[in-house]
């Protein structure tokens, strides 16, 4: 008999009813069992952000979470960030302020950055900076992913 149970994720206004075992986590489910790869699966442990997505809104490191905690809750991945062909600013931040490289760790700061300015649009530069430096980056030296998510966030007021 297997460990196994139903449930629902709702990513990006889609839902998707999915069978798991107890532990697997979010960020397997939504890879493996959705189809949604542009999450990204980093340290496994929390620490480099690059699953980072939003659940119910709120910045999550979806290889910490259980795939079963999300259940019926709304999940945002990047690939809900474009409204069509249009990007989101933040998207378009980061292509235009070289706020990427390689590109591994951008759909985690995507994520954070989004949910942080959706629920604090004013937030003051040190305390971007420190949220921001919760997500690991091997490659930029931080000061373009900073300069892209200050320069969304001026574009996502004014929308």
Same mark, same amino acid.
């Given at each position: 008999?297997?460990?196994? =149970? ?9 839902? *998707? ?17 959705? &189809?949604?790869? %542009? =999450? *990204?699966?980093?340290?496994?442990? &929390?620490?480099? %952000?690059?699953?980072?997505?939003? @659940?119910? &809104? ?13 259940? +019926? ?10 409204? +069509?062909?249009?990007? *989101? ?8 302020? *070289? &706020? ?7 759909? %985690? ?19 971007? #900076? ?7 980056? !091997?490659?930029? +030296? ?6 892209? @998510?200050?320069?969304?966030? #001026?574009?996502? !007021?004014?929308?």
């Amino acid at each position: 008999m297997s460990d196994k =149970t139903d449930i629902t994720l709702i990513i990006n206004g889609q839902s *998707h009813a999915i069978r798991v075992e107890s532990r697997r986590t979010l960020a397997d489910a939504i890879r493996e069992d959705c &189809g949604q790869t %542009g =999450t *990204h699966i980093g340290c496994e442990h &929390g620490v480099c %952000g690059a699953c980072t997505v939003l @659940v119910n &809104g709120e910045p999550v490191r979806a290889c910490l979470m259980f795939a079963q905690q999300a259940d +019926g809750k709304q999940i945002r991945t990047v690939e809900g960030l474009a409204n +069509g062909d249009e990007m *989101h600013p933040m998207q378009r931040a980061f292509m235009e302020n *070289h &706020g990427l490289q390689c590109g591994f760790c951008t759909p %985690g700061f995507l994520m954070l950055a989004v949910g942080v300015l959706e629920r604090e649009p004013d937030i003051s530069d040190r305390d971007l #900076v420190d949220v921001l430096s919760s997500n690991l980056c !091997r490659c930029t +030296g931080y000061q373009n992913i900073i300069k892209a @998510v200050r320069a969304a966030a #001026v574009e996502m !007021r004014q929308s």
